[in-house]
C-alpha cells in the first residue's frame, strides 16, 4: 500500500516563502507523475505544479515564475518551493502521485499553507 506523507505548510506573510515535502512509501513504479494540488475553501481541488520521472514539469499559471516542483527519484519525494506568495495562495495542498504502469493515483493527507496580508 502507498502512502504519502507530507510535511511543510504552515503560517506566513504575503512575500515571504515556505517549502512543502512529501515522501512516498510503498511501492510505486519508476514510471509516475509526482505534484502537488491544493484547495481552497469553497473550491474546487486544483493542480499546481507536477514532475514526472523524467523531469519535465506543469504549472499551474498563477504560480508559475514564484513556485518550483522538484523530486528526488532515489527517495520517492517531491517538493515544492514556493516563493512571494500571496493570499490567494491560502489552502489545504496536497501531494499526489499518479502510477502510470498500473494507472493509479495515490492522495497525501493534506497541508495547511495560510499566508496573511
Known amino acids: 500500500q502507498v502512502q504519502l506523507e507530507e510535511a511543510g505548510g504552515g503560517l506566513v506573510q504575503a512575500g515571504e516563502s515556505l517549502s512543502l515535502s512529501c515522501a512516498a512509501s510503498?511501492?510505486?513504479?519508476?514510471?509516475?507523475?509526482m505534484g502537488w494540488y491544493r484547495q481552497a475553501p469553497r473550491n474546487q481541488r486544483e493542480l499546481v505544479a507536477t514532475?514526472?520521472?523524467?523531469?519535465?514539469?506543469t504549472y499551474a499559471d498563477s504560480v508559475k515564475g514564484r513556485f518550483t516542483v522538484s523530486r528526488d527519484n532515489a527517495r520517492n519525494s517531491v517538493y515544492l518551493q514556493m516563493n512571494s506568495l500571496k493570499p490567494a495562495d491560502t489552502a489545504v495542498y496536497y501531494c499526489?502521485?499518479?502510477?502510470?504502469?498500473?494507472?493509479?493515483?495515490?492522495w497525501g493527507q493534506g497541508t495547511q499553507v495560510t499566508v496573511s496580508s
Open positions: 510503498g511501492s510505486i513504479s519508476s514510471s509516475n507523475i
Open positions: 514532475i514526472t520521472s523524467g523531469g519535465s514539469r
Open positions: 499526489n502521485v499518479i502510477d502510470r504502469a498500473i494507472m493509479k493515483t495515490y
